[in-house]
């Protein structure tokens, strides 16, 4: 299943209440299942150079289904795959970027950036939820 207009909206919501909350401005970018971006926010105030970040957070979660963070780990020069960066258009391997779900199955994927890594983290983790 792939995350619909409602539910995107629904997520950019949340994520926007938090960062309102925590008074950060940020870019949120969703996906659906198959990388295509559904809906985009930049927030008033968020970095303009922090949408593409936002972007490749989660593009990089929906590569891999998992956390940017945890696809960060094998991003360390001593994982051994040195180079995997520069894969699929660029990886961005820090937190921020997770996957959506919904009654426990993936529907999209969210990138949240403008922040500090552990703040677009916090508010990436509220809308990671529906």
Same mark, same amino acid.
């Given at each position: ?7 995107? @909206? ?6 926007? @209440?938090?960062?309102?909350?925590? &008074? ?5 970018? %969703? ?18 150079? @922090? ?5 490749? &957070?989660? &593009? ?15 991003? &360390? ?22 996957? %959506?779900? @919904?009654?426990?199955? %993936? ?15 916090? %508010? ?7």
């Amino acid at each position: 299943m792939n995350i619909n207009s409602q539910q995107a @909206s629904a997520a950019i919501g949340l994520a926007r @209440s938090k960062a309102n909350e925590i &008074k950060v401005p940020v870019n949120i970018a %969703i996906l659906d299942t198959g990388g295509h971006l559904k809906a985009l926010e930049r927030m008033d105030g968020a970095p303009i150079g @922090s949408l593409d970040i936002a972007i490749g &957070k989660a &593009k990089t979660s929906m590569l891999f289904g998992i956390n940017s963070e945890q696809v960060g780990e094998y991003l &360390k020069p001593e994982a051994g795959a040195y180079g995997i960066t520069n894969t699929n258009g660029g990886l961005v391997g820090f937190a921020g970027g997770l996957p %959506i779900r @919904s009654a426990g199955e %993936i529907i999209g994927f969210i990138g949240v950036s403008g922040g500090a890594v552990p703040q677009d983290f916090l %508010i990436a983790s509220q809308a990671a939820a529906l």
